[in-house]
């Protein structure tokens, strides 16, 4: 009897033994589990801690924002004759059309929303054109001057304007700089915008459908260093976008010389380039065009650095692009629109 219970004992230990080194493996699996998991969850909050949630998002920039986002944007006719550079106000605007006025001398329209700063300019007259592109953002279209023929055209597209003409140096909306010589020295002062449309009757408060944006959009295409366009053979009349090669965005020069703001000192470093190809007629003897922003074509958009061949597409009075037939996205960031004819050059180096 004394055999048979050492028997049975012997089996008894060695299977506690076992129970208790699984059970220790248990343990220290238990532990390590808890331990990953805690670092996981620690890092979880570190990465929160490290991408803040914002409330908003600003409609033509794609970038987060605590402020409200619906307010009124405006849009400037801004000078681009070589005695008007530097202008003032264009590295804060978040959209910017490039557009021929007459002869081989292009205009801009820079949208305002997400900045807007105290001085922007010097200010151009009116083309249809240009408030046909300002009112696909329901924006304010702010100008100075233009025939009675194309102010009348202003008047009766139902679009919000105010005409620097009525407010010549009037000391809060507009002012003649003595630095340089008109027509090229009449600035917005935007302090006095809220004052301007609540004498107009205007809105100031609205939501603005927004433009295409992902922050993932790779940028496909052809790696560049540089991309040229040349509105007419001479030199001067250049357009040159040079990759900056830390953050892949594009360097903005006009007749080979870096295009800057008067207001900061800033370079205008636009994250999309967007050029689209047009057709334009001479309606005068004077240079005057008629552009079409409607029946789409051949365009190519730069993004990170890279450019690639796309279509257009006009929606609402904008321009976006697309290819085969599907829309894409612009990158965060500033958008630089440039409406070129047929018989422009785009060259990539």
Not at 13 to 30: W, Y
Request: glycine residues 8%; aromatic residues 8%; proline residues 5%.
């Amino acid at each position: 009897m004394r055999k048979l219970a050492l028997f049975l004992i012997v089996p008894f230990l060695i299977l506690m033994a076992a129970c208790s080194s699984d059970a220790g493996t248990e343990k220290k699996s238990k532990e390590a589990s808890e331990k990953e998991t805690t670092v996981e969850e620690k890092e979880a909050v570190e990465q929160e801690e490290e991408e803040p949630e914002f409330e908003n998002v600003y409609p033509l920039t794609g970038e987060p924002t605590d402020e409200e986002v619906d307010h009124r944007a405006i849009s400037v006719m801004v000078n681009n004759h070589t005695r008007a550079r530097p202008q003032s106000g264009l590295s804060e605007a978040d959209v910017v059309y490039e557009v021929l006025a007459e002869g081989q001398i292009t205009r801009f329209l820079a949208l305002f929303h997400s900045q807007i700063p105290d001085t922007i300019g010097p200010v151009r007259s009116a083309r249809p054109y240009y408030f046909e592109l300002a009112a696909g953002y329901d924006a304010v279209y702010v100008y100075h001057g233009a025939s009675a023929a194309i102010n009348n055209k202003v008047q009766s597209s139902g679009i919000d304007f105010v005409n620097g003409a009525k407010y010549d140096n009037n000391g809060w909306l507009f002012m003649r700089s003595n630095e340089r010589k008109a027509p090229h020295n009449s600035y917005f002062l935007s302090d006095g915008l809220d004052r301007v449309l609540e004498q107009k009757g205007y809105d100031t408060d609205m939501t603005i459908e927004a433009l295409p944006f992902d922050e993932e959009s790779s940028g496909e295409g052809q790696a560049v260093n540089d991309v040229k366009i040349t509105y007419s053979e001479r030199p001067q009349e250049t357009v040159t976008y040079t990759v900056n090669s830390e953050n892949g965005t594009f360097l903005r020069s006009s007749d080979g010389r870096p295009s800057n703001d008067s207001n900061n000192g800033e370079r205008l470093e636009p994250e999309n380039v967007f050029i689209v190809e047009t057709n334009h007629k001479i309606i005068d003897n004077v240079g005057r065009r008629d552009v079409d922003l409607t029946s789409g074509g051949t365009g190519y958009l730069l993004q990170n650095g890279k450019m690639q061949e796309v279509e257009w597409q006009s929606e609402n009075g904008r321009i976006l692009p697309y290819k085969d037939g599907e829309p894409l996205a612009f990158t965060p960031g500033q958008t630089w629109v440039n409406v070129i004819p047929a018989n422009a050059t785009v060259e990539a180096n």
